[in-house]
């Protein structure tokens, strides 16, 4: 049954004077809550008598839309060549911890292949676009274009179907690593729309829409994944990963999903970096 339907007659009523009356939404919405409707009835109800969808509503009101998480649902996921476990999911915003997503044996191949060509990371510099090195970013890094190989192919697959996203909407493996007191400071994957420097990076497959941070060894101590906004703070595990989305079909991106990487205490870090784009990456 619909959440307006359920509502009774009087607020209805209520609802609807108001809305002739040209009263805000969401002042509307707040005045129900505060009544004692949950969230989701009294939106319904009010965008529902107002004829305006909610989602869009939302979303023009600058809200970020929540919807049905990319990730595939439960706790087992089937990926070619191997099965991986959920075992932490957040919803809002969508947060999945992924366990045994690479074996030992992939890691290790992964930082033979890295160690030889590795240079200082960079970030897209907000107004002109271009690739700069920060004090806030002390990795080296290097990348794999898609199916770079036969090594390459198959990890791309697999992580493709954890991500429920085409190959092609990938941008390449990246790989990272971080010395003792390397770190990287709390930032955005996403490319943020308002600032110039994006737009050249936007027009190469659209904004990206997820990330997967894969972990290539154990770190002694340090290096963990923190999420300031959400209070979680995810440990590195050799072969597990942290997964997490940030734009929806509206084209909005999440900023609960600030993150960075904690310096590393003792010993290094390596890690794999999938981004997602919403069309085919043409980078």
């Given at each position: 049954m619909n959440a307006a339907i359920q509502v009774p007659e009087e607020w209805r009523d209520w609802i609807a004077h108001n809305i002739a009356r040209g009263c805000d939404l969401e002042v509307m919405i707040a005045d129900m809550m505060r009544a004692g409707f949950a969230a989701d009835a009294a939106r319904s109800a009010v965008f529902?008598?107002?004829?305006?969808?909610?989602?869009?509503?939302?979303?023009a009101n600058?809200?970020?839309?929540?919807?049905?998480?990319?990730?595939?649902?439960?706790?087992?996921?089937?990926?070619?060549?191997?099965?991986?476990?959920?075992t932490l999911r957040i919803e809002r915003p969508t947060v999945a911890f992924v366990d045994n997503l690479f074996d030992a044996q992939e890691c290790d191949e992964l930082v033979r292949l890295s160690a030889h060509k590795l240079v200082r990371s960079t970030i897209v510099d907000?107004?002109?676009?271009?690739?700069?090195?920060?004090?806030?970013?002390t990795s080296e890094g290097t990348y794999f274009p898609l199916n770079a190989d036969a090594f390459i192919a198959r990890l791309d697959r697999r992580i493709a179907a954890l991500m429920n996203m085409p190959i092609e909407n990938g941008e390449?493996?990246?790989?990272?690593?971080?010395?003792?007191?390397?770190?990287?400071?709390?930032?955005?994957?996403?490319?943020?729309?308002?600032?110039?420097?994006?737009?050249?990076?936007?027009?190469?497959?659209?904004?990206?829409?997820?990330?997967?941070?894969?972990?290539?060894?154990?770190?002694?101590?340090?290096?963990?994944?923190?999420?300031?906004?959400l209070g979680l703070t995810v440990g590195p595990k050799k072969g597990a990963a942290v997964y997490f989305e940030y734009c929806n079909s509206l084209g909005q991106v999440d900023p609960q999903t600030l993150h960075g990487g904690l310096p590393v205490l003792r010993g290094e870090k390596w890690i794999a970096t999938k981004w997602m784009r919403q069309r085919r990456y043409g980078g």
């Open positions: 529902g008598l107002s004829g305006r969808d909610a989602a869009t509503a939302s979303a600058g809200v970020y839309v929540y919807e049905t998480p990319r990730l595939p649902a439960g706790n087992l996921i089937r990926t070619p060549n191997r099965d991986v476990r959920i907000r107004e002109r676009g271009s690739a700069e090195v920060i004090a806030g970013r390449g493996l990246q790989i990272l690593h971080y010395r003792t007191g390397g770190e990287y400071t709390p930032h955005y994957d996403y490319f943020p729309p308002e600032d110039a420097g994006s737009h050249a990076h936007l027009a190469q497959g659209g904004q990206r829409v997820a990330s997967l941070v894969i972990y290539l060894n154990d770190v002694e101590d340090g290096g963990a994944t923190v999420f300031p906004k």
